[in-house]
């Protein structure tokens, strides 16, 4: 048995088919990797397949990993093929990992270990497909200086939305939802100025989440300027009645009629802040949201009538 054979195989093995997480964190190398062959490893499950996929670098993108270099890939995959199917949550079970394959991989060049390669995350690439290559060095350059980007970020969404470009809109909201360095103010506004202008569909409600995350909707701050601008982009975008009213009235009520306090008189003091100063300029607003629920499903529209008496 040869010593490759004899190792253990290798830590951080399962594959994310999530690229924007991996894309943003600086220390990642990114590359086109075209796949020579595959060496075997025991694997820790008698179900699974282990190895090394053994693969050429064929366009380096960020990080540093060179055209033409040599690299061995820990993967770890089922067995059986139906199991693969059942088992996407790990993206090597999507991947045909054959030789004269491409693959866009991004994750850590490991130190002290030439040319292996602990890939989080990855995605197939058609033949001849040069766009995909081209939108994650965009999406790239993008992530290098979230602050810088944040003028331009409304654009950039409705853009990617336009052009089908989901890798630079992850990588665009997940800056905007998790990075500190974008300040918090400039993101909600050029996240409520994206939302106003998108059509309904994924992208809109992608951007909702984004709006509502930790970082940028932070109930213990009770009525200040950022949650006041999350609460009425919502808002202005519920009052055009679209597709996405189911998704806008829950985003609501969970944001206005969740605990802001352990003291009951304090709670409710912080929620009559809220509202008044979000949503005092939009009167027509306790009208326009139960016109939206009354077609939609019983829960929805419960929760549709209990922000509405908040609004009172």
């Known amino acids: 048995m040869s010593a490759s054979a004899a190792a253990p195989v290798p830590a951080g093995a399962m594959l994310s088919g999530e690229l924007a997480p991996a ?3 600086p220390e990642n190398a990114v590359a086109v990797v075209e796949v020579t062959g595959l060496s075997p490893l025991p694997a820790a499950d008698p179900g699974d397949e282990a190895g090394l996929l053994l693969g050429r670098v064929t366009a380096p993108l960020h990080g540093g990993l060179a055209a033409g270099q040599a690299v061995r890939v820990p993967f770890v995959r089922a067995r059986d093929p139906m199991a693969r199917l059942r088992q996407g949550f790990n993206q090597w079970n999507l991947l045909a990992l054959e030789p004269g394959g491409t693959l866009l991989l991004a994750g850590l060049a490991a130190p002290g270990a030439e040319g292996l390669f602990r890939a989080e995350a990855g995605i197939a690439l058609a033949p001849g497909d040069t766009a995909t290559p081209a939108r ?3 999406a790239l350059q993008l992530a290098a200086d979230p602050a810088a980007l944040a003028p331009g970020l409304a654009a950039a969404l409705t853009r990617a939305a336009a052009e089908g470009d989901a890798i630079t809109r992850d990588v665009v909201l997940l800056l905007a939802a998790d990075d500190a360095r974008m300040a918090r103010l400039p993101a909600i506004e050029a996240l409520g100025a994206a939302l106003a202008t998108l059509p ?10 984004a709006l509502t995350s ?3 909707y932070d109930a213990a701050q009770g009525a200040d300027p950022g949650n006041v601008r999350v609460l009425a982009s919502l808002a202005a975008r519920l009052q055009r009645a679209d597709a996405d009213a189911d998704l806008l009235i829950l985003t609501l009520a969970g944001c206005v009629l969740r605990r802001f306090a352990d003291d009951p008189a304090t709670d409710a003091a912080m929620r009559h802040r809220l509202v008044a100063a979000a949503f005092g300029d939009l009167p027509g607003l306790r009208d326009a949201l139960l016109r939206a629920a009354a077609p939609l499903s019983p829960p929805v529209r419960e929760r549709a009538a209990a922000l509405a008496e908040a609004l009172r």
Not at 200 to 209: P, Q, T
């Open 136 to 138: 994650v060095r965009h």
């Open 23 to 25: 894309l943003v964190r």
């Open 214 to 216: 930790a970082r940028l």
């Open 200 to 209: 309904a569909g994924r992208d809109a409600r992608l951007v909702v989440a």
